[in-house]
T-cell receptor, first 111, second 113 residues
Framework: DQQVKQNSPSLSVQEGRISILNCDYT??????FLWYKKYPAEGPTFLISISSIKDKNEDGRFTVFLNKSAKHLSLHIVPSQPGDSAVYFCAAANTGNQFYFGTGTSLTVIP | GAGVSQTPSNKVTEKGKYVELRCDPI?????LYWYRQSLGQGPEFLIYFQGTGAADDSGLPNDRFFAVRPEGSVSTLKIQRTERGDSAVYLC???????????FGPGTRLTVT
């Protein structure tokens, strides 16, 4: 049973515009959420995270928003750059140290 | 510094054979995780080590899968009597203590024919 869902398998955005990647989860016990970026033939790379006590965390061009009541988080990338083209995974964790990953969204930034 | 490394990068084996996959975590990282990623899916948790002991092995799919970390550094994932359904990319990650930021290796692509 998928506890973390990314319903958009792919997304294409023009360079310079905003990319918005979405993620939904079902388990209200999750207390930490992360976004990972993955290039082909490489392992996922940590991008940004947010604790359940916050609703927004920003790091440069990347901002993660958390809506606990809707069990939804999103990653905003602005402005999008061609080097951002990759697969993005959303992940959620609870204090048990088990991480649950979504199925990923493949982002293509068009120059 | 050096990141997480995994060997081999690719492994092809016949159904029924035994395989070992190795993970070298980042030096000083006490927590180590194994994940399995099937095509079109996200990484799926298998097992988590804190030091030498398996703190959580609830993700191992059955008793054909076993993992060790005898000296609290390198870990080996062992799969007995491999089945075609075991074909996947096996990812290893490590973190400082049990911090949430995990650093992943490039993975081992296992193909069971």
């Amino acid at each position: 049973d998928q506890q973390v869902k990314q319903n958009s398998p792919s997304l294409s955005v023009q360079e310079g515009r905003i990319s918005i990647l979405n993620c939904d989860y079902t388990n209200s016990m999750f207390d930490y959420f992360l976004w990972y970026k993955k290039y082909p033939a490489e392992g996922p790379t940590f991008l940004i995270s947010i604790s359940s006590i916050k609703d927004k965390n920003e790091d440069g061009r990347f901002t993660v928003f958390l809506n606990k009541s809707a069990k939804h988080l999103s990653l905003h990338i602005v402005p999008s750059q061609p080097g951002d083209s990759a697969v993005y995974f959303c992940a959620a964790a609870n204090t048990g140290n088990q991480f649950y990953f979504g199925t990923g969204t493949s982002l293509t930034v068009i120059p | 510094g050096a990141g997480v490394s995994q060997t081999p990068s690719n492994k092809v084996t016949e159904k029924g054979k035994y395989v070992e996959l190795r993970c070298d975590p980042i030096s000083g990282h006490t927590a180590l995780y194994w994940y399995r990623q099937s095509l079109g899916q996200g990484p799926e948790f298998l097992i988590y080590f804190q030091g030498t002991g398996a703190a959580d092995d609830s993700g191992l799919p059955n008793d054909r899968f076993f993992a060790v970390r005898p000296e609290g550094s390198v870990s080996t994932l062992k799969i007995q009597r491999t089945e075609r359904g075991d074909s996947a990319v096996y990812l290893c990650a490590s973190s400082f203590d049990s911090g949430y930021e995990q650093y992943f290796g490039p993975g081992t692509r296992l193909t069971v024919t």
